[in-house]
């Protein structure tokens, strides 16, 4: 009872949030960012708590953690919400009909967001600023693992409101446990889109479950094809960056694809990941080019379950070729249409990964590292759609319209 009554709170409040105009949201997400740097520390102590219950080796701990570093990220992304233009009233497509009827296709909030995420509290931040941004009210579920982090970011985001007199409601954070879950997915009614940021297991249930729509939004098992024309040093670099820049992310290298023409080279494609104890799972052919060259207990031979596993860990497959197109046949097999890249010269081969690789984002010659919705251009993101409908990569504020006809007239009607 006490989760449904939010939700019509949510409700309620997210009516009159539309109303809200856009020098003012703006002034509140300014307001936000100076509000989060000064409560860093309260922020920190909260996020203390969280760590302290997670083993420092989780994978997810990375993602838990937050420093002051990393917080005054978090504000200077809001600050530039701020600068975006609002999507919100765009002319979408307007005609004037022989009856004398102007019809427009405008740009609306979709209403209620519902979030769910794991041990990433910087995405309470994010949401809500896109969300206010875009005229949304939002009800967060984050994991029990951040919920100190959660609650503490909360309440610096509900004094900024009280501050503006806006109604606090328009953000809700539910309480940990999977009851909660479970009424946020069949909250019919007061939610109209579930947005899932996690692992794979998460979005499968939530996909499986809601009885409301879905974008599928984080599992990454990405890619990068080292192809036979590709420029050794400039590959080496990307496939450095993309894999351990920051392994518990979901844009993090997961499999290097190499063509057999390049095994000779692949020692030294892989000796910065050896200093950084990066586990390689190899095929037969990659663990005999690099056996004697990369540290004995760091290399493994690959299995069926090394390829298609998004590790958010120190680790990597390897996966030999002999052409492009067998690598585009190993790629549409395990990936998950995040982030796919090829390091070649060839422009032939270039047009062709981009032309038959089915990911949201397909990249030439850059690390997969920069899937993000501020590296974009987008400011802050929501997530990284891997499905087609509606939204595709990283979704920022113009994914999180819908959109109305306006219909204008002078007493027409239909005969």
Known sequence: MYIKETFQKVLNASRKLNLLEEGKINEV??????AAEAGT?????????DLDRMDPKDPKYDRLKLTPERINGIAADIRNVATL?????RILMETNRPNGLKISKVSVPFGVIGIIYESRPNVTFDVFSLCLKSGNACVLKGGSDAIDSNTAIVEIIHSVLEKFEINTDILALLPAGREATAELLNAQGFVDLI???GSQGLINYVRENATIPVIETGAGICHTYFDEFGDLEK???IVTNAKIRRVSVCNALDCLVIHSSRLPELSYITE???KSNVVIYADERAKAAIKGNYPVDLLQSATDESFGTEFLDYKMAIKTVDSLDEALDH???YSSKHSEAIISKNPENITRFRKLVDASSVYSNASTAFTDGAQFGLGAEIGISTQKLHARGPMALEELTSYKWIIEGDGQTRP
């Open 331 to 333: 790629i549409a097999e």
């Open 85 to 89: 233009p609002s999507p919100l009233g």
């Open 195 to 197: 947005i899932p940021r």
């Open 41 to 49: 520390e309260k922020i920190l102590v909260a996020n203390q708590k």
């Open 235 to 237: 590959g080496r670099a």
């Open 272 to 274: 910065e990941l050896a």
């Open 29 to 34: 997400l300014r307001a936000l960012a100076d």
